[in-house]
């Protein structure tokens, strides 16, 4: 049997695999027969020596080659003795950490061949159901607007949503996890992450900021979660900005000191008239995206050349 597993996920598809191995260690308790293969360094012939052995005790053997698609010799190789290998009655787990080129031949074996499980990365509803069901599993309560705050500061890394659902459900217990929380304990990415390219929209720098926000798009980053954090960031000068000219106190904002001071900095740079009409804008290319009347990048791309 030939399981594949692959995606840009790898939080979700290291669970997948983890529960795999959990799951095939309480069958066969012994362990002799579970070995893992890193696919750099694979030889197929360490992979045929392995099944050739007799496993002790009738057992089924485990074999997991990781990230073997990087291995151009592996590949030719294994595909040439394909068809030997796919009937063996022991288990191969071929498991990709990142994309897998859809052209690839053996990703089209594999597609057509192995058990398949893809792990695409979550759009934002997904993205909340996660979030909600990894705190329920702590027993934990979490505020709507808290779950959008925690989103907007670390995106889709789920390795690190996962660690910041630990800490803010130590920290509150049995208490009802709320925006404060959040914006307490969590460290936002923003900082990394948008600032600059906003800096660069408020500067009415937009060849460098489509740059940036393509560099965004290359790092993993979707168009969604980019589209959310401008949304996001926007909102947030505005809302300064509204402050100053009523001449109240910022404090109402309700901010990140971080934040507040970006956003106060990136308000000189606009007229409120000129931050509702870029809110506007926002809203339209959100509503473009999410009814199919735009590509997610184009209307990005539209986004930002029309600021």
């Known amino acids: 049997m030939i399981i594949f597993l692959y995606g840009p996920d790898s939080y979700r598809s290291r669970q997948k695999l983890n529960e795999i191995i959990e799951h095939y260690k309480k069958t066969h308790q012994t362990g002799l027969n579970l070995k893992q293969f890193e696919g750099k360094d694979l030889d197929l012939q360490d992979l045929k020596n392995e099944l050739q052995i007799t496993p002790m005790f009738q057992e089924k ?13 592996f590949k030719e190789e294994f595909l040439k003795n394909s068809s030997r290998l796919a009937k063996s009655e022991n288990i191969i787990i071929f498991y990709e950490d990142k994309e897998v080129p859809s052209a690839d031949s053996l990703f089209k074996f ?3 061949e192995a058990k398949t499980q893809e792990f695409s990365t979550l759009a934002p509803q997904q993205l909340r159901n996660w979030l909600k069901k990894e705190f329920a ?10 779950v959008d705050r925690l989103i907007e500061f670390v995106g889709n890394d789920l390795w690190q949503l996962g660690n910041e659902v630990k800490k803010l459900a130590a920290f509150k217990k049995n208490k ?11 460290k936002s990415k923003i900082e990394t992450d948008i600032f600059k390219t906003i800096d660069a929209i408020a500067l009415k720098r937009k060849k460098q900021a489509l740059n940036l926000l393509h560099q965004h798009l290359e790092k993993g980053d979707s168009p969604a979660y980019l589209l959310s954090m401008i949304n996001y960031q926007f909102r947030n000068i505005l809302a300064i900005k509204d402050l100053l000219e009523k001449g109240q106190p910022l404090s109402r904002a309700k901010l990140h000191p ?16 000129e931050l ?4 506007r804008k926002i809203f339209e290319a959100d509503y473009s995206i999410k009814t199919g009347k735009s590509e997610p990048q184009a209307a990005l791309d539209l986004l930002v050349a029309g600021i």
Request: glycine content about 2%; overall charge positive; proline content about 2%.
């Open 61 to 73: 053997k485990l074999l997991v080659l990781n990230n073997v698609f990087i291995n151009k010799n």
């Open 110 to 112: 594999l597609k057509k």
């Open 258 to 273: 971080f934040v507040m001071k970006k956003s106060y900095q990136q308000a000189q740079q606009f007229s409120l008239g």
């Open 137 to 146: 599993q702590y027993r934990a309560e979490i505020d709507p607007r808290a």
């Open 276 to 279: 509702k009409k870029i809110y």
């Open 176 to 186: 009802k996890i709320e925006v404060k929380d959040v914006e307490l304990l969590v």
